[in-house]
């Protein structure tokens, strides 16, 4: 396993202490070159009052931290802190220093050697690590990730040193930033000693995650060799609220498995981190659901129908793809408005995310009207799926003649949290209190179009249970099992 390291980022050694009586980390990093200069004549009492295993750390600002003394003033502070009894040092791999390495070794402080490359991660990894061990007890590597291809390498040169270095356990080695993101999660894949986490409200590192976001959620520390891997891919990601009903599920029923998001940017090097790390499944977001497709090897009639793969599953038979969209747009919605035969239907959008809601809402037997910025794209996709395709104008002209729906689904990214320009795709809309709103967006849980329909006295449904629902067909996909909904909570809207 790996261990949690709480990284302690304040600038006062009591909001330091605060911090971890509020976190349980197995250990802690004191970034001494974040505190006030008032407090750093008191460092050596920190150690004792802790009484956890503590790592000493000044960084300097070309490696990402804030000391910005001299060489000799930050070898005296370090001097001085030793007195304390740190069980770790944190030296870079170019500090020659050699009263703190005489220091350290008078004191049983061993030294962990580290550099840390913002740029990307640099192709002499391996030999870099096997130059710093001669140095230190420990050998530490951040890295930022440009893209999936660079987070296997990581993966490749953990198992490297673990097979190179066996039964010693000295390597710490993580990527920053989105990409990076996994191997904080994996940190055991990484063959990593630890994984560095920040206290709540805090990041003290680019891609750092909150004790409890890793040890609650990801349930790192049990995460061993025998932990089967299952994901979500998309771009961006981090955002999704899959791991939330995934894991939660996975730790009700006992199953020695952890689900993680991948920002990816290439989908065939994903796939090859996939065969690496032998990942058993994983859900797919935008906007890989297309892409996903050339590498399966057998997909369902939903995939087949509207042309998007939401779910990748390991089998005997190689990847297979399906799509649980479809089902978890239409069970809320039949659950509020009960059979859809016959009902008209104004479909926003007519992008990736339509597709599954048109097809769906054809197939019961709704009477659709797809309505696009870009008639063309409306069109064409309302060919395909046999019902009317237009532009926004004619949905604009369409109520100034009085004509109304009785389902309007908002399928675009129009008024998702963190999206740039408009908050509402059709701001012209006049609601009646008649009709039934669904916004297969979820972030933020009311967006425009449906307050303003819940002004004019109508029903609305967010993106949330759909989220839900699709998830529970992929649960299901990944395990063989059904969720438990209400022991997680999970069956509340």
Known sequence: MSLLCLTLCRNTLAANLEDLKMNTPHMAELRIDLLDPPERK??????????IPLILTCRKKADGGEWSGT???RESLLLAAMAGDFDYMDLEEDETSRRLVAEAEQRNTRIIRSFHDFKGVPSDLMQRLEAMSLKGDLVKAAVMPRGIADLLTLFKTGRQWREENPGKNNLILLGMGAFGVPSRILAQRCASFLTFCSPAGAEAAPGHMSRQTLEELYRVPEIDDDTQIFGIIGNPVLHTRSPHIHNPGFQDLGINAVYVPFTVDDVSAFFELADFLDIRGFSTTVPHKLAVREHLDREDEAVQAVSSCNTVVRSRKGWEGFNTDVEGFLRPLISRA??????TAAVIGAGGAAR????ALV???CRVSIFNRTESRAAALASEMGCSGYSLDKLRAEMDEGERYDIVVQTSSVGMHGTEGPSNPVPFYRFTGSELVYDIIYTPPVTEIMQRALDAGAAVLGGMPMLREQAFEQFLLFTGAEYPRKSSGMDQE
């Open 356 to 359: 599954a809601v048109v097809y």
């Open 71 to 73: 060489d000799s003033e």
């Open 363 to 365: 197939r019961e037997g």
């Open 42 to 51: 008191h460092i050596s009492d920190f150690p004792a009052r802790a009484g």
């Open 338 to 343: 009960g059979v859809l035969n016959g009902k």
